[in-house]
Every structure is written in C-alpha cells, then in structure tokens.
C-alpha cells in the first residue's frame, strides 16, 4: 500500500470551502443571468425595476418543476369546506384536487387545495391567460357567495417566494414622533394619522406573503399622498391667482402654441390656470417640500410620457379596473412605480414629522 502524501489529503475545511464556492459559483451564475436578462428588458423600453421583476418572471418560468408536467399547479385557499372528490371545470382548464394540504406556508385560511391549470406553453403570456382564468373562477364563487368570504390562490412560479423585514420598537423614538404630532394643530394632525393609517392598513403580514398586495397598497399610498397634499397646504396655504395673472397666464399658453390649441391643450389650459383643482394643489406642495426635486416629482406625478406611468394615473387605472390584474408584469410595472411613490410619501411626511427622509438617488 502506497503511504499517501500528507499534501495529497483533504483539509479539515476543503469540503466546505468547496461547497461555499460551488454556491458561490450558482450564485455568479444566476446573477449574471438576471443582469443580462434585465437589460434586454431595458433595451426594449421598459423602466428597471420593472424590467428587473419580469427578468425574475421570467427565469422561474425557466426552472419550472419537472413534477408539474404541462400544468400549472396553484394553491387554492380560502374559507369553505375542503371538497369531497375532485371539481373539474374543462370550460376554464382547471382541476381542483380534493385533498386538503396541510403542509403549506398558508396558515390563515380554512381549507387549502391543490389545483391544475392546463397551459398551452411554459411562458410568461401563458401564465397571464392562466391567471385570468383562475381569477375567473374564484371571482364566480365570490360573487355567488355575496362576496362574504376570502379567497385567493398562489404559485412559486407567478408569485415568486415571501419575503419581508421584521419592525423595531423603539420606545424613545416612538416618543419623539407622538409628541411632535401633539405639537399640530387639530386639523393638520388629522390629515397626518389619515395618511398613516393608509400607509400601514394595506400592507399584508410577512406570513401573508402569498397573498397579492400591490394594488391596494400603491392606492393606500396615494390615498396617504393626497392627506398630506392637504396637511402642508394647512401649513403653508397655495398662493392664489389673480384674474389678471390668469388670463396673462392663459395668453402665454396659447401664444407659445401659436394659437393652435387642440382639444388636450385646451383641457391643459383650463385645468392650469381656469380651475387648477387637485393637480396645482399637489404642484404647489412638491415645490414647498422638494425646491431641487420638485420639477422631477411632478412631472412623475402629472406630466411624464408614457401617461400609464404617471402616478396619478395609475392611481385611477386601479380605482377604475384598467389594471390588468391578471397581469403579473403589469403588476411588477405598478410595483415598480410604487417605489417612486413611497420617496415622494416618506420625504413629505418627513418634514412634518421627525422620522427619517429616504434619499432618492434616481
């Protein structure tokens, strides 16, 4: 037998450095593709953090489970009786198993069942048309019902896996934000707790990560925008218009258009200067609170091209169901802007109460 060299045999630590640096080899990999991923998204016109979330989409759609052969398998949860053989509905391509699981991640419902959603392909278009149809039928049973009753359903490959950070308490500073809110007056308290509730009520537990809260909470937020609008306008009243500078506004307006106004100009026209309503409110208030950025948020806001993309707009496309729900990437696109939303919130809501104001590095 060959004495084997002391330099030929494995250190104490080989097999894990091994492993940490086949993770780490994964890890590269993964990445790398997701970088590449995302910029062809960006290339094609779509904004990062959108791009970034679809890349994601889109790479689960890549891994998808071998055990699931053509369907889409989903969790169905809610409150109702766990069945006692299996629903087919053929119309809408979905089987739902009668089995209750009781291993999963979803804790808060009554009953969770195992479902399979035939699909013509493994894509990103494939899954949308899949979850309208799933959508479909939970909405049918909701509406049959009286809509009395929660339901919702969830998959790895659509939803992606939960995540979430974890809230500190911390007394002192609790404190300091309690009694700077006693320092208001009535009125603008008000408006501030409103805009507090809506910021903390739509969002969903960490362990309810598998339910969906995008489009609540980008309405809760806006709701919370518009509290604030008129709480800094209670601290520092919009400057009114003259008949007289309104109608030297207006004059401008048209000669820089050469008196060639169309219908959304003159729309344009009234709303700027005839009746400025919530838009020169929201205006006025960007400019006390930002000064440097405040050009850049309201045209974010009001202004920006695409118009889907404003912030106000996407506000009214989910309060008038020109979202498409059924959509995961025009959820990550909602998602995306929400972002932008949450530093406009934060900053204002940081000049009149003493919390942290984020940084906006866009």
Known sequence: MTAQNRNDQPQPNAAATDNENAGATEADHFFSILRKKTEELITSGLREGHARGLAMLEMRVDQWPSGWGDDLVVLIYGDFDALSAELDFPELGITIEPEKVTTSFIKSAVCVLKARVKIPERSVKALVEAAARINTLLGVVAALNWGNNGSGWWSHVT???????????????????????????????????????????????????????????????????????????????????????????????????????????????????????????????????????????????????????????????????????????????VEDRHRRLWMIVFGMLGLIIPIDRPLDQQ
Not at 243 to 251: L, N, P, V
Not at 278 to 283: D, G, I, Q
Request: one cysteine or more; proline letters at 5%.
């Open 159 to 333: 939803h992606g896996s939960m995540a979430g950070g974890m809230d500190k308490l911390e007394p002192d500073r609790v404190r300091t934000v309690v009694e700077a809110l006693r320092t208001l007056s009535p009125p603008v308290a008000r408006k501030v707790r409103s805009a507090l509730y809506w910021i903390r009520e739509p969002r969903q537990l960490m362990m309810e990560g598998y339910r969906s809260d995008v489009l609540r909470v980008y309405a809760g937020y806006w709701n919370a925008f518009e509290c604030l609008v008129e709480a800094v306008c209670l601290l520092s009243p919009q400057p009114k218009l003259t008949k007289a500078e309104k109608q030297a506004c207006i004059d401008a307006f048209i000669t820089e258009r050469e008196s060639k106004l169309d219908v959304a100009a003159v729309s344009e026209c009234y709303k700027s200067f005839v009746d400025p309503g919530f838009v020169a409110k929201a205006s006025h208030v960007l400019q006390v609170c930002f000064r440097e950025r405040a050009n850049q948020y309201v045209m974010e806001c009001f202004r920006m091209k695409p118009e889907q993309d404003r912030l106000y707009n996407i506000r009214n496309a989910i309060n008038h169901g020109d979202v498409d729900a059924d959509n995961p990437s025009e959820l990550l696109r």
